[in-house]
């Protein structure tokens, strides 16, 4: 009788063994599973309690900002004397720090100005034109380029020309580019006074012309993050295919040489680009009809994707302009502004900011006001800070109505919802079911 007491002891304790090593591994497939399936559900919110003001001055307006992509530095161009150090309203460069809130005043013309400045990743360079003489180089008057080194505080003149105009100034991420259009005869073989496009590497001081056409104008550069492509757009017949001189998107590929030409629409006018870090997506302005949903050609935002071609519209409105999409590194969040009434909240018409979420779909509005434009967006690496100008008295800040920079944070509350497979699901009740035919056994082994 001991013998078979213990015997069955001995089973229920193998048995009891085996089954909880079941378990455990059920368990842990059943983890896995939820682990390897899951659904992502993002959410952006972008509180307008939490737009911060960056400029707040009495008279003199403050626009034109970019963002570095680290979110933590903003240029701009101001006519308002901000410490006191630009008491004649001349325009000029002032660099903001988001974190201390200091705003360090880059520029102090006088005579002429200095506007659309643009700042790499970490706000050590600020590229920007300007008509003064700030380096002792000559008479006033022409706009040049110039690159201001936050660090060493030297500025360098890149541009040296006695007519025309030296404008739209990009800088890249990597700080290694500065791309600009000009009318000028910059290099020499620009004799007609076309607007062309140009690149120079800061390393070496050398300049490079891009485009060179016999008639048309190509402006408005945009640089990816390591400085090998520049989108631009151009009414000039680059690539062939563009006889009807309309605005079209191209991209320079600086490496080899080659130009793209992306949209070709001739009942439409392209213009904005603004390519990702990357340099696999890009959007722009158009009142083309890509997607076939443009059909009434209102002035939209498109994406596209730059090695399949394909197109989107994140914008469609019946009435009211979308336009000035600034992009974040990956390609997955879009700046812009617009008058149109987007998810009801804009019944007014007034220009807003919004902010476009392509894992999503969503759009986000960050300014909500009943008077006043918000315009100029510009967003960092991440998508989540976006600065910009307005006239709107945000948050009772600007009584004033003058144009000032402000910051918008967003948080992203994305969560990871898991989910089980149908595979999932057939390994945990197998496993279920032998450790249940386990213990039933143990049962009849012990009775």
């Known amino acids: 009788m001991k013998s078979a007491i213990l015997h069955l002891t001995d089973e229920f304790h193998r048995h009891s063994n085996l089954t909880v090593s079941l378990l455990i591994i ?35 307006d403050s626009d034109d900002s970019s963002i570095s992509a680290n979110g933590l530095w903003i240029a701009f161009e101001s006519q308002a004397d901000i410490g006191g150090g630009n008491p004649d309203g001349q325009n000029d460069i002032f660099l903001a720090d988001t974190i201390t809130g200091i705003i360090e005043q880059i520029t102090a013309v006088s005579p002429g100005a200095a506007s659309e400045p643009a700042v790499n990743r970490d706000g050590t360079l ?50 290694t580019h500065v791309a600009f259009s000009s009318d000028a005869n910059v290099l020499g073989p620009n004799l007609i006074g076309n607007f062309e496009i140009y690149i120079y590497e800061i390393a070496t001081g050398i300049i490079t012309q891009v485009t060179n056409t016999a008639s048309g104008a190509s402006r408005t550069p945009s640089l990816n993050a390591d400085g090998t492509l520049v989108a631009f757009r151009s009414n000039a017949d680059i690539v062939g295919v563009n006889d009807g001189g309309n605005n079209e998107i191209y991209i320079y590929n600086i490496t080899n040489g080659t130009f793209s ?28 009809n890509f997607t076939g949903e443009n059909p009434d050609g ?9 090695a399949s071609g394909a197109f989107s519209q994140i914008t469609n409105n019946i009435t009211g302009d979308s336009e000035e999409p600034a992009i974040n590194a990956d390609g997955t969040r879009i700046a812009f502004r617009s008058s149109a009434n987007i998810n009801g909240g804009n019944p007014e018409g007034n220009a807003e900011i919004y902010l476009f979420d392509t894992t999503t779909g969503i759009t986000t509005q960050i300014t909500n006001e ?78």
């Open 126 to 175: 600020v590229a920007f034109d300007a008509t003064a003489d700030l380096i002792g180089g000559g008479p006033p008057g022409n706009a040049e380029i110039f690159l201001f080194n936050a660090t060493t505080g030297i500025f360098t003149q890149i541009t040296f020309t006695t007519s025309g105009g030296n404008l739209d100034v990009a800088i890249n991420a990597d700080g």
């Open 370 to 447: 009943p008077s006043g434009i918000s315009r100029d967006p510009s967003i960092d690496a991440s998508g989540l800070r976006i600065s910009f100008d307005s006239e709107a008295d945000i948050n009772g800040g600007n009584p004033e109505g003058n144009e000032e920079i402000y910051l918008a944070i967003c948080r992203d509350l994305s969560v990871s919802i898991p989910t089980l497979s149908e595979w999932g699901l057939m390994a945990m009740a197998s496993i279920l079911g032998i450790a249940g035919f386990m213990v039933i056994r143990r049962r009849n082994a012990v009775a």
């Open 261 to 288: 030409q992306i949209t070709s629409d001739p009942s439409a006018s392209s213009v904005d680009p603004n390519i990702d870090a990357n340099g696999n997506v890009l959007a722009f302005k158009s009142n083309g």
């Open 26 to 60: 059920s368990i842990f497939l059943f983890t896995s599973f939820l682990l390897n399936n899951q659904n992502a559900y993002a959410q952006l919110i972008c509180p307008q309690r939490g737009i911060e003001q960056i400029t707040d001055e009495p008279s003199g």
């Open 298 to 306: 209102n002035d939209e935002v498109f994406l596209v994707d730059i």
